[in-house]
C-alpha cells in the first residue's frame, strides 16, 4: 500500500486543528454573549430613567433563556467529537499500517510527526490542535515536536 503524503497529512492536520481551536472557543464565545444579555446595564443604557430601565430589563427578559440555551447547547457542541476522533484514528492508523519497520505504534507515529513530517508542518512543529486530537484518539504524543512542545520541552 502506499503511504499518505506529507502534504495531504499537514493540510488535515491543519484543518482540524482549525476545528480544535474553533470546539475550544465555543463555550466561551456563547458565554461572553450570554453575560453581555445579564449585563444589559447603563453601558448600554446609561440614562438611569424609567425609560431606560425598562428597555434593559425588556431585552434582558426576551433573550436571556435563548442565550442561556445556546451557552449550554455550546458545551455540548464542544464536548461532542467522536465522528472527529474515528477520523483522526483511521488517517493515523493508516499511517502506521504504512510505515515500514516493527517497531510500535508509537515509535512510528513520533518518527512520522518529527521526521518524517519535518518540513511540511506550516510552522515547523506539529499544531497543538492536532496533537490534542491525536491525544484524544488514544495516540501517544510524548515527545511529539508540537507548537508548544519540542520533544516535550515547552516552547
Known sequence: MAQISQTLYNEIADAYADIQDALSNVSANARLALESIVDVDTDDYPDP????????????????QIFNSAY???????????????AVSALNDFVVIN???????EEKMLTWINTTMSGF??????????ANFCS???????????NSYHGGVPA
Do not use: F, M, Q, R
Request: proline share 2%; aromatic share 8%.
Open 49 to 64: 430613567s424609567h425609560k431606560d430601565a425598562d428597555a434593559a430589563l425588556e431585552i434582558e427578559l426576551a433573550l436571556l
Open 72 to 86: 449550554v447547547g455550546s458545551k455540548s457542541i464542544a464536548l461532542s467529537t467522536s465522528s472527529l476522533l474515528s
Open 99 to 105: 510505515s515500514s519497520g516493527t517497531t510500535t505504534v
Open 121 to 130: 508542518w506550516n510552522s515547523n512543529y506539529c499544531p497543538d490542535g492536532w
Open 136 to 146: 484524544d484518539a488514544g495516540y501517544s504524543i510524548t515527545g511529539w515536536h508540537t
